[in-house]
């Protein structure tokens, strides 16, 4: 019976800090995010997902521990942010930051054919590219010139089509598989 007391029992002095803390901390964040801008909240690449998860273990110990001041968990939360922005700024402006925060997207399905290496590699299935092809509302292989796993996880749908010598959207695509080349 004592086990179940303590589980469910709420003094005052905790119902007032939770009270103050959840909308301190909650108002923070929403104003930090806004600072920071869109790409705070935008599709998850790894290095994102890494923040989001920081972020909510933060929120958490601010809602709930009573050693840890709101205003150290503000602090901790902007300093994230701060890094955050720093990593996606450095990133637009060095090949070699963008290289070790992102992963290249990478080719599984080019022109008929299913990149098994490349497939394998990323972990991807031939029917988890093959319901991104119908996702796309194509239903025949030779529709779809291209299907590439991008840097948020999510698999993006190119249309076959005749485009040689132009330039395309593959240019910055990896590919491991043997003997696939991508025109230029």
Known sequence: MNILT???????????????AVPVIYFALIALIRLSGKRTTSQMNN???IVTVALGSLVATGITSPQTSLLQV???????IGLQFAVTWLVLRSYDVRHWVKPHPRLLFYQGHFLQRDMREERV????VRAAIRASGHHR???VGAVVLE?????????AEDSAGAETALDDVKVATP??????
Do not use: C, K
């Open 141 to 143: 292989l030779q529709d």
């Open 47 to 49: 290095f994102d997902w």
């Open 6 to 20: 303590d589980l469910f029992s709420l003094e005052l002095s905790q119902l007032v800090r939770l009270a103050i």
């Open 151 to 159: 840097t948020d996880a999510t698999l993006s749908v190119l249309p």
């Open 179 to 184: 003997g696939i080349r991508i025109p230029v």
């Open 74 to 80: 503000v602090i901790a939360i902007s300093f994230l």
């Open 125 to 128: 299935s031939e029917l988890e």
